[in-house]
């Protein structure tokens, strides 16, 4: 069965002081692994995919990157407007995955001034 | 850019009532997913279709029902409500079978 798991469960940061949050999958073929930050009382909102070992991708002051069994999403300095729940969510390989994606519980970032 | 509307942002219903979720998405998607969120368990998905008429069960379907007549539209029908259906729900859509998804701004629903 495919798992997510995220780390931390939550992140309190001072604002520039940059950090990194885990997202650790078991699927049994990766296609797509995707980062989605969502503000409190709102939908998901897409940032990256990932689709093979090695790759990265960077937004402002997100960057993703990922492995074989991990990936990572790095704050760079961050601001108090990157406080959100981050998500990771995988999407498998298989005739019945019909692109269903399987997310993680998220990490809560909060970035004090 | 697409654009996923959920009908309500908030509701409130009673135990044992019929309750309808609607979803549009714009952008002549194919496929569309019901999620419910709650605190510690993250994204749970419910139903999911993938063609119009068409749907599949996902990880916790039971106590739901769901309705494609259109492409552009997708219900999630809580046939009796219960207090434990109480959650926000997430409607989303993909353009195709590999790619993320486009949400809904979510509908908070509270069962009394």
């Known amino acids: 069965e495919d798992q997510v798991t995220q780390s931390p469960e939550a992140l309190r940061l001072q604002e520039g002081e940059s950090s990194s949050l885990n997202c650790s999958y078991t699927?049994?073929?990766?296609?797509?692994l995707f980062w989605y930050r969502q503000d409190p009382g709102k939908g998901p909102e897409f940032l990256f995919t990932?689709?093979?070992a090695g790759e990265e991708k960077e937004k402002e002051r997100l960057k993703a990157t990922l492995t074989k069994k991990e990936s990572f999403l790095h704050i760079t300095a961050p601001k108090p407007e990157d406080s959100a729940t981050y998500l990771c969510?995988?999407?498998?390989?298989?005739?019945?995955?019909?692109?269903?994606?399987?997310f993680g519980a998220g990490t809560q970032v909060v970035v004090t001034p | 850019d697409v654009k996923v509307t959920q009908s309500s942002r908030y509701l409130v219903k009673r135990t044992g009532e019929k309750v309808f979720l609607e979803c549009v998405q714009d952008?002549?998607?194919?496929?569309m997913f019901w999620y419910r969120q709650d605190p510690g368990l993250g994204l749970r998905l419910i139903y999911f279709?993938?063609?119009?008429?068409?749907?599949e069960k996902g990880d916790i379907p039971e106590g739901y029902s769901v309705s494609r007549e259109k492409k552009e539209r997708f219900s999630l029908i809580l046939e009796s409500a219960s207090t434990n259906q109480t959650s926000m729900y997430l409607c989303?859509?993909?353009?195709?079978?590999?790619?993320?998804?486009?949400f809904g701004s979510g509908t908070r629903l509270t069962v009394v």
């Open positions: 989303a859509s993909s353009q195709s079978s590999r790619g993320g998804y486009t």
């Open positions: 699927v049994s073929g990766l296609r797509g």
């Open positions: 990932l689709y093979s």
């Open positions: 969510a995988v999407q498998a390989w298989g005739s019945d995955s019909w692109g269903k994606l399987q």
């Open positions: 952008m002549d998607h194919e496929n």
């Open positions: 279709s993938y063609d119009v008429k068409m749907k």
